[in-house]
C-alpha cells in the first residue's frame, strides 16, 4: 500500500505539476484577496462597448495576415526552382499552426514540424521549407530582443526606474530569446538537426508532427551563397528588416486588440503602458509549462497591468476577453481548418 502511494506521490509531484499548483495558488490569493472587487468585473463586462469589440477581433485578425505574410514573404522572396503556396493557403496553414502551438506546450515544435510537412506537400522543396521556417523564427527573436532593449527605455522616459518584478522579467525575456535565436542557428546545421529531430521523435505528443522530417537540408543557405541563417540576414538586410517590421506589427496588433478592449470599458490607458506590459507578459509566459501558457499567461498579463496602475478589476476583464481572442478562437478557427487540411492532404 505505501508502496503505491509513493508511486502515485511520485507521479503527482512532477516538476510542471508543482510550477502548475503554485500559480494556481497565486491566481486563487489573488481572487480572495480582491473578491469584494469581483461584482465589479461582472458590471464591467456588461458595461463594454461592442464597437471596439469588432475593433478587437479585427487588430487579431491581422495578427494573423501579418504572420502569413511573413511565411508568404519568406518562400516567394527567395525563389527556387519547385513550388510555392498562394496566401490564403498559407493563412489557413498559420491559423492551424498557431492552434497546434496552443495545444501542444512544445515550444513552437509542433506547430513548425505541421508547417513543413505541409508546405512540403504543395511542392515546395525540403530545403526551402526549412529555411521558411528557420529564418521565420530568427526574425521573430530579433525582433523580440530590439522591443525588449526599445520599450524599457521608453517607459523610463516618464518614470523614474523599473520596479524590480519588471527588470526581472525583462533580463529573464532578454536571455530566453538570445538563447532561442542561438539554439535556431546551431539547428540550422544538418547534423545537429538530424540529431534534435531523433531525439524529438521519441516524445509521444510530438512524434506525429516530426515523424515525416527526414531529410538533409545541406546546402540550404549555401544556395543563397551566405553562411547560415545570419549570413542571409546580413545579405538581404533591407529584406531582413522589412520582416522584422512586420514581426513588430503582430506584436503591435496584438497591443492594439488590448488597446481597443480598454477603450470599450472607458478605461483610459497609454498605449506604451499596453505594449509594454504584453511585452513583459510575452516573456514570462514564453516557456511552454502548460498549453498556450495557460494560466501562467493571465497571471503575468494582470500583476504586469495592476502594478503599473491599472483597476484591478479593468485587468482581469481585459485579460479574459484578450485571451478569448487570442487563444480561444484560434483553437476553434484551428480545429475547423485542421479537418480541412488533412482532407486536402489525403
Excluded at 503505491?4 to 503527482?12: E, I
Excluded at 477603450?263 to 506604451?272: A, K, P, Y
Excluded at 478562437?329 to 481548418?337: D, S
Aim: glycine letters at 6%.
Amino acid at each position: 500500500m505505501n508502496t503505491a502511494v509513493s508511486r502515485a506521490s511520485k507521479k503527482l509531484l512532477t516538476v510542471p505539476n508543482v510550477i502548475f499548483l503554485v500559480l494556481c495558488c497565486v491566481v486563487m490569493y489573488l481572487i480572495f484577496k480582491n473578491v469584494a472587487q469581483i461584482k465589479a468585473i461582472d458590471e464591467l463586462f456588461r458595461q463594454i462597448d461592442d464597437r471596439w469589440i469588432i475593433i478587437a477581433i479585427a487588430s487579431q485578425l491581422i495578427t494573423y495576415l501579418a504572420t502569413t505574410a511573413i511565411y508568404y514573404a519568406l518562400i516567394n522572396r527567395f525563389k527556387g526552382p519547385h513550388g510555392s503556396v498562394g496566401f490564403v493557403d498559407m493563412l489557413k496553414l498559420s491559423i492551424v499552426s498557431i492552434f497546434i502551438n496552443q495545444i501542444v506546450p512544445s515550444g513552437g515544435i509542433g506547430g513548425n514540424g505541421f508547417l513543413f510537412n505541409e508546405i512540403t506537400k504543395r511542392g515546395v522543396t525540403q530545403k526551402k521549407a526549412f529555411f521558411t521556417i528557420v529564418m521565420e523564427c530568427i526574425y521573430l527573436y530579433v525582433a523580440m530582443l530590439v522591443l525588449l532593449i526599445t520599450l524599457p527605455l521608453l517607459y523610463l522616459l516618464n518614470h523614474n526606474a523599473l520596479p524590480p518584478s519588471f527588470l526581472i522579467a525583462i533580463i529573464y525575456g532578454f536571455l530566453l530569446y538570445g538563447a532561442l535565436a542561438v539554439l535556431m542557428t546551431i539547428l540550422s546545421v544538418k547534423e545537429t538537426l538530424q540529431k534534435a529531430l531523433k531525439a524529438i521523435s521519441r516524445i509521444k505528443f510530438l512524434r506525429h508532427y516530426v515523424e515525416d522530417i527526414t531529410f538533409s537540408p545541406q546546402g540550404t543557405f549555401a544556395d543563397h551563397q551566405t553562411e547560415g541563417p545570419w549570413g542571409i540576414f546580413r545579405k538581404y538586410i533591407k529584406g531582413s528588416m522589412a520582416v522584422v517590421l512586420l514581426q513588430m506589427a503582430v506584436f503591435f496588433a496584438d497591443g492594439l486588440t488590448i488597446f481597443a478592449l480598454l477603450q470599450g470599458l472607458h478605461v483610459h490607458t497609454s498605449f506604451l503602458i499596453i505594449i509594454f506590459g504584453l511585452l513583459l507578459t510575452f516573456g514570462v509566459a514564453a516557456i511552454p509549462i502548460s498549453p498556450g501558457s495557460l494560466l501562467v499567461y493571465e497571471s503575468a498579463m494582470t500583476f504586469f497591468y495592476t502594478s503599473m496602475g491599472m483597476p484591478f478589476q479593468a485587468a482581469i476583464v481585459v485579460t479574459l476577453l484578450y485571451r478569448v481572442l487570442s487563444f480561444w478562437l484560434p483553437i476553434g478557427l484551428g480545429l475547423g481548418l485542421y479537418k480541412h487540411v488533412q482532407k486536402q492532404s489525403i
